[in-house]
């Protein structure tokens, strides 16, 4: 097992992110999957968070990620549901439809540390769910 380390510190963080769309609307395609990963890619170096594995089913998406000990996880959930909703319904209006209002993802979430399971156990759970992408 790798651990990654800096200055003062060794750790390895994984977490298990599940995100549902509001009304647990049937929303996501291949298209809509790949827009919402690029943009979690994109903020997470903000918060010294790395994706590992990305899976999604028509109503909600498994995300596998590692993060920083310093990493402050619920404002990095709460930046990328707000980009990635406001950016996701710009891109694809026809989403309108089924989402009325100015949400895309339902307030909650499901954020579970890995720290009981191996991370290729994890990974293939994550692949399992849905086609990979």
Same mark, same amino acid.
């Given at each position: 097992?790798?651990?990654?380390?800096?200055?003062?510190?060794?750790?390895?963080?994984?977490?298990?992110? #599940?995100?549902?769309?509001?009304y !647990?609307?049937?929303?996501?395609?291949?298209?809509? +999957?790949? !827009?919402?990963? *690029?943009?979690? *890619?994109? #903020?997470?170096?903000?918060?010294?968070?790395?994706?590992?594995?990305?899976?999604?089913?028509?109503?909600?998406?498994?995300?596998?990620?590692?993060?920083?000990?310093?990493?402050?996880? +619920?404002?990095?959930?709460?930046?990328?549901?707000?980009?990635s909703? !406001?950016?996701?319904?710009?891109?694809?209006?026809?989403? !309108?439809?089924?989402?009325?209002k100015?949400?895309?993802? +339902?307030?909650?979430?499901?954020?579970? +540390?890995?720290?009981?399971?191996?991370?290729?156990? #994890?990974?293939?759970? #994550?692949?399992?769910?849905? *086609?990979?992408?």
């Amino acid at each position: 097992m790798k651990l990654d380390n800096n200055a003062h510190s060794v750790f390895l963080l994984y977490y298990h992110l #599940i995100l549902v769309v509001k009304y !647990r609307r049937e929303i996501f395609d291949d298209e809509i +999957s790949f !827009r919402a990963k *690029e943009i979690f *890619e994109y #903020i997470a170096p903000n918060y010294n968070i790395t994706l590992q594995e990305w899976n999604y089913k028509k109503d909600h998406v498994h995300i596998l990620f590692k993060a920083h000990p310093k990493s402050e996880i +619920s404002k990095f959930i709460n930046a990328y549901k707000s980009a990635s909703s !406001r950016l996701i319904k710009k891109e694809f209006p026809g989403i !309108r439809k089924d989402l009325w209002k100015e949400y895309f993802w +339902s307030q909650s979430f499901c954020l579970l +540390s890995t720290g009981s399971a191996p991370i290729d156990v #994890i990974e293939k759970y #994550i692949e399992s769910q849905g *086609e990979k992408h």
